[in-house]
């Protein structure tokens, strides 16, 4: 990548505003109770508890020495009106896009997606601010094991009836989310996402599999928890 794009970008923190805000006003609680973010909160505690996808990437980072925190790795915040969360790997942190998350469906998937990303920022030490091919494969990764491209959620978008639709669903979804956060032209984001695409689609850790659905979730999930039972009964 040009030294100088490189220089110039804001690797997508334009995006997010309160990351850039030098000061942080806490709200009382009674404005707490009557604000987005209130709601926000409160969707993102269902989605720990009865997600099972959230549930498995929470899991598996705590297996992975990284446990998160819901106070710590997650923050509510006002954000431009194109995104609805993001993952800040300067401070760890989960940004969920209270203005523009409305329905438990949406944080779910949300939550899920930027886990993946954490996941991800974990295991692999992501360079996500020098290495444009750890940044593609995340966001592969993310598009891919989320249900971000789920049959269902293409439904609703009329977008459904192609030949392999759900790997080019990822690739649209994985190439839009790195030009949103990345100034760099569309042809030098798809060849990237080109050069990692087989690999990084084909990594479906920690799930096992593509989750395809909620059910398909379940099932990754029940096997995640009993992984370990069938060796301590030997």
């Known amino acids: 990548m040009d030294q100088s794009k490189q220089q110039e970008d804001d690797y997508g923190y334009n995006l997010f505003p309160e990351r850039n805000s030098p000061k942080y006003r806490k709200e009382s609680i ?67 896009c209270q203005n523009n998350i409305h329905q438990q469906a949406h944080m779910n998937r949300v939550v899920t ?8 920022h974990c295991r692999a030490h992501v360079d996500w601010f020098n290495n444009f091919k750890h940044l593609a ?21 009329f977008n459904f009836g ?27 984001a798809e060849k990237v996402v080109d050069e990692v695409f087989d690999s990084c689609f084909n990594d479906h850790a920690p799930f096992g599999r593509i989750p395809h659905d909620t059910k398909d979730a379940k099932f990754a999930y029940r096997d995640f928890v009993n992984r370990d039972r069938y060796y301590a009964n030997l």
Not at 113 to 120: M, S, T, V
Not at 139 to 146: F, H, M, T
Request: one cysteine or more.
């Open 30 to 96: 009674a404005e707490s109770l009557f604000t987005f973010n209130h709601k926000c909160q409160v969707m993102l505690h269902l989605a720990m508890e009865t997600s099972p996808y959230a549930k498995l990437l929470l899991g598996a980072m705590k297996s992975s020495g990284c446990q998160v925190f819901k106070d710590r790795h997650f923050s509510c915040e006002d954000c431009d009106g194109t995104v609805s969360g993001g993952f800040d790997a300067t401070s760890s942190q989960i940004v969920l």
């Open 113 to 120: 997606h930027e886990l993946i990303h954490a996941f991800d």
């Open 137 to 157: 494969c995340s966001e592969i990764r993310a598009a891919n094991l989320s249900g971000d491209c789920s049959f269902s959620n293409e439904l609703t978008r």
């Open 162 to 188: 192609l030949k392999q639709h759900h790997q080019e669903c990822v690739r649209g979804r994985a190439l839009r989310s790195i030009l949103a956060v990345r100034k760099v032209s569309r042809e030098e």
